[in-house]
């Protein structure tokens, strides 16, 4: 497995002039680390002493020195269809999924062990608000988001079905709601994105999402080296940009290291042309300097580590 260590300092930038999203330099990342990892299209999760590649049918354990440990791979013609992410509690692999993109949008959470690599546990939401496409977990809550889209759907039979792929498909990607659920995965509260990060997303929305060590959510789209640190308001519906940086990613799902508080991981999403050249998918890994709320409280307040 190929692995390369490089120093860039990558830091909060400013998007185009016609946006409003704002930026403090402040706030860097170093890339430390960047592994040729074939499964990660989707997204990447992580835990003590590994990271989780995912793609749309397949979950590849890793070590963090980026050495291949195991796979579940689930058939083409299986209940799984696209996963998009992945975090690790209590040594279960939870993964957001959809039927992307098909008539009707359903979605489940579907769990794996993260030790034995085999699938245990399903939740099923049905048709209900979009994709999801990603989960975390933030003080004892599950967050997560329900993607809708701009770009046209399909139909059960493949066939284009030439609407946006949305809960509301005259209304497209406006629809994107990030949401807390309660134990029982029912919707506590929900939040929409303001319009200048939905410009951002283009045709798509937003594909990744993880609870910094300063307790904010940091999301991303699904194809810009952007990395969008997130307020959630104190009144309304709309979501706060807080910060953009610039990360060596292509958008997907990302993931906050919970065991090593300041480190971020994600994916660079080989285009078709890469692929052609024998270039492979990649896990990026990120130390940045954003603080802790407080060391002692992290593990606890993420449920990350049986205690």
């Known amino acids: 497995m190929k692995h390369t260590f490089i120093a860039v ?35 990447v999760g992580v835990d003590r002493k590994h990271f989780y590649a995912v793609d749309d049918r397949t979950i590849a354990k890793y070590t963090k020195g980026g050495q291949f440990v195991a796979k579940w791979e689930g058939p083409a013609d299986g209940p799984i269809v696209h996963l998009d992410s992945a975090t690790v509690v209590h040594g279960k692999i939870y993964c957001a999924h959809s039927n992307y993109r098909y008539f009707p949008m359903t979605s489940s959470v579907e769990v794996w062990d993260a030790k034995t690599m085999q699938h245990i546990a399903s939740h ?21 988001a329900f993607a809708n ?13 030439d609407i946006p792929y949305s809960s509301v498909p005259e209304l497209g990607n406006i629809t994107s709601t990030v949401v807390k659920f309660d134990k029982d995965w029912q919707v ?5 994105f303001p319009p ?7 045709e798509m929305s937003n594909s990744g999402g993880s609870f910094g060590p300063d307790g904010r959510l940091y999301i991303t789209g699904h194809d810009y080296g952007e990395i969008y640190k997130i307020r959630f308001p104190e009144a309304g519906s709309v979501l706060e940009v807080e910060e953009v940086f610039l990360a060596d990613i292509r958008g997907q799902g990302i993931a906050w290291d ?26 990026s890994v990120f130390q940045s300097n954003i603080t802790l709320q407080d060391p002692k409280d992290w593990l606890r307040e993420f449920y990350r580590d049986t205690p």
Not at 18 to 39: G, K, R, S, Y
Not at 126 to 142: C, V, Y
Not at 149 to 161: F, M, V
């Open 124 to 144: 099923s939401f049905g048709i209900l608000l979009g994709s999801l496409t990603w989960l975390d977990i933030h003080h004892g809550h599950w967050y997560g």
């Open 188 to 192: 506590m509260e929900g939040w929409v």
């Open 196 to 202: 200048e990060l939905l410009e951002k997303f283009e």
């Open 9 to 43: 300092a990558l830091c909060a930038s400013s998007l185009a002039a016609t946006l409003t999203l704002p930026v403090q330099a402040q706030t860097e990342f170093l890339a430390t680390a960047v592994f040729d990892i074939p499964e990660a299209n989707q997204g």
């Open 258 to 283: 919970p065991f090593e508080p300041g480190i971020i991981y994600g994916i660079v999403r080989a285009t078709s042309e890469e692929e052609d050249m024998g270039i492979s998918n990649k896990v």
């Open 149 to 161: 889209y701009n770009r046209t759907g399909r139909l059960p039979d493949g066939t284009n079905a």
